[in-house]
T-cell receptor, first 108, second 114 residues
Framework: DQQVKQNSPSLSVQEGRISILNCDYT??????FLWYKKYPAEGPTFLISISSIKDKNEDGRFTVFLNKSAKHLSLHIVPSQPGDSAVYFC???????FGAGTRLAVHP | ETGVTQTPRHLVMGMTNKKSLKCEQHLGHNAMYWYKQSAKKPLELMFV???????ENNSVPSRFSPECPNSSHLFLHLHTLQPEDSALYLC?????????????FGQGTRLTVV
């Protein structure tokens, strides 16, 4: 039973537009969430995180929103750039449980 | 330098072979992890070590045997694997375990079982 779900396996966005990646979780005890970015042949790298006491965290072009009542978080990238093309994983802590990932393609 | 180094990067082994994957972290972290990434599946947490003690074993078959001789090194010993064990094996470390906080990953070992 997946505790962290990313229901969109892929997303295609035009350069300069907003990318929105979604993540749902089932365990209300999760209190810290992270987004990782992964390029082919590399390990995931940490991107941004959010604590359950907040509903928004922003870092440059990246913003994560948390809706605790809906058990939903999203990552917004604006403006999207071709270098953002990668697989994005959300994770919940506790035990760092990951979703299946969403492959983002940003095209010129 | 990523801080977490995995060797080898690629490994092809037969089902009767015995091999080991190695992970080393230079970040002074207390927790280390093994994950398995198969195609189109979530990253699967396999093992968690905290201060060299195994604190999590997610129902991993005994043909995978972890070893953590010190807080900087983590091994995954492999024997009599199956073709479905072919995957990318990722090692990670974090300052603490629960909650894990930000984890740093190695580049992974691409394992092919033939």
């Amino acid at each position: 039973d997946q505790q962290v779900k990313q229901n969109s396996p892929s997303l295609s966005v035009q350069e300069g537009r907003i990318s929105i990646l979604n993540c749902d979780y089932t365990n209300s005890m999760f209190d810290y969430f992270l987004w990782y970015k992964k390029y082919p042949a590399e390990g995931p790298t940490f991107l941004i995180s959010i604590s359950s006491i907040k509903d928004k965290n922003e870092d440059g072009r990246f913003t994560v929103f948390l809706n605790k009542s809906a058990k939903h978080l999203s990552l917004h990238i604006v403006p999207s750039q071709p270098g953002d093309s990668a697989v994005y994983f959300c994770a919940a802590s506790g035990k760092l449980i990951f979703g299946a990932g969403t492959r983002l393609a940003v095209h010129p | 330098e990523t801080g977490v180094t995995q060797t080898p990067r690629h490994l092809v082994m037969g089902m009767t072979n015995k091999k080991s994957l190695k992970c080393e972290q230079h970040l002074g972290h207390n927790a280390m992890y093994w994950y398995k990434q198969s195609a189109k599946k979530p990253l699967e947490l396999m093992f968690v070590y905290s201060l060299e003690e195994r604190v999590e074993n997610n129902s991993v078959p005994s043909r995978f045997s972890p070893e953590c001789p010190n807080s900087s090194h983590l091994f995954l010993h492999l024997h009599t694997l199956q073709p479905e064990d072919s995957a990318l094996y990722l090692c990670a470390s974090s300052q603490e375990t629960y909650p894990a906080g930000e984890a740093f990953f190695g580049q992974g070992t691409r394992l092919t079982v033939v």
